[in-house]
């Protein structure tokens, strides 16, 4: 952004860049009035227009006034100029988890945190009736106090727009997080996908690499369709069994939110936020 354009709407001072995904770019900016901090993602309209966008941009917006949870980052407004649209959202300044990921894995316990907290955003947007299907620790921010939120539902779907068949149809994500089932093209049901990428997250954490990888795109995809990954040895039993249920090729036998909620490795220090479902 440009020095000129650095008081929006005439609302909000925007400063310096947070962080970069594939469609918009992420800024911090104060509230001229109130003072507040937060942050605001930019899309380019050329952009918008040439890639068609719109559509997702407008679902993204809906989904976030949708879903309202301690760990998801809450929205505020959408704005829009000549150029580009902007959507101002709540601030999180401890940075992406994929940031801590890529220092080293994490202890077992503090890995176990992030995927409590992941699981309970997940769950709160599978009974709004929102699919993530981008989940990835560069989409999961920290507070400083090492509270996870799940953000950026720039690919996410609502229940209401499955096809006849009951299934989601695009498919779309991160190849090392994607569902063997997303891969297939067949349809999918979108809880389960997302309950995979959260297992893929949750083996990422404690090993500090990808279960399934490969220079080769294609040769990933067999990888994931046929789950195929090893566990590294440090992995205790407990994680171990939860992980292979979680990583099941088969979204009718894979693992639920539910049971993963009783899981007794996931409920090891577990406290749940107590409020209205
Ligand atoms: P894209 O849809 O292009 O992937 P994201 O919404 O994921 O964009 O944002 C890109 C990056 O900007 C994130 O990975 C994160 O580093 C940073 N970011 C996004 N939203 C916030 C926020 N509310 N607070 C702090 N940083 C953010
Ligand atoms: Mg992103």
Not at 58 to 77: A, C, D, G, L, Q
Not at 78 to 99: D, R, W
Not at 111 to 118: S, T, V
Request: aromatic fraction near 10%.
């Amino acid at each position: 952004m440009d020095r000129k354009s650095t008081i929006l709407m005439n609302k909000y001072e925007v400063g310096r860049m947070l962080g970069q995904g594939n469609f918009a770019k992420v800024y911090h900016a104060r509230n001229i009035k109130t003072g507040q901090s937060v942050a605001i993602k930019v899309f380019n309209k050329d952009m918008i227009m040439r890639v068609g966008l719109k559509e997702q941009i407008k679902r993204e917006i809906s989904v976030m006034r949708r879903v309202t949870h301690p760990n998801i980052v809450e929205f505020y407004e959408v704005m829009a100029s000549k150029t580009k649209i902007y959507f101002a959202m709540e601030l999180v300044k401890g940075g992406e988890l994929f940031n801590k990921v890529s220092r080293g894995r994490l202890k077992e316990d503090v890995a176990r945190k992030y995927f409590q907290q992941l699981i309970e955003a997940v769950d709160h947007c599978h009974r709004r009736g929102v699919y993530h299907r981008d989940l990835k620790p560069e989409n999961l921010l920290l507070e400083e106090n090492g509270n996870l939120k799940v953000l950026d539902f720039g690919l996410s779907a609502l229940s209401e727009s499955k096809s006849t068949d009951g299934l989601l149809h695009t498919t779309c994500g991160t190849p090392a997080y994607v569902a063997p089932e997303v891969i297939k093209k067949k349809g999918y049901d979108g809880a389960m996908a997302d309950i995979w990428s959260c297992g893929v997250i949750l083996y990422v954490l404690l090993a500090g690499y990808l279960p399934f990888n490969d220079k080769n795109l294609m040769d990933m995809y067999k990888k994931i369709s046929k789950a195929d990954y090893k566990f590294p040895q440090w992995f205790r039993p407990e994680v171990k069994r939860l992980l292979n249920r979680i990583l099941d090729p088969n979204p009718r036998t894979r693992i639920t939110i539910n049971k993963i909620m009783q899981n007794t490795w996931f409920r090891k220090g577990y406290m749940q936020i107590e409020g209205p479902q």
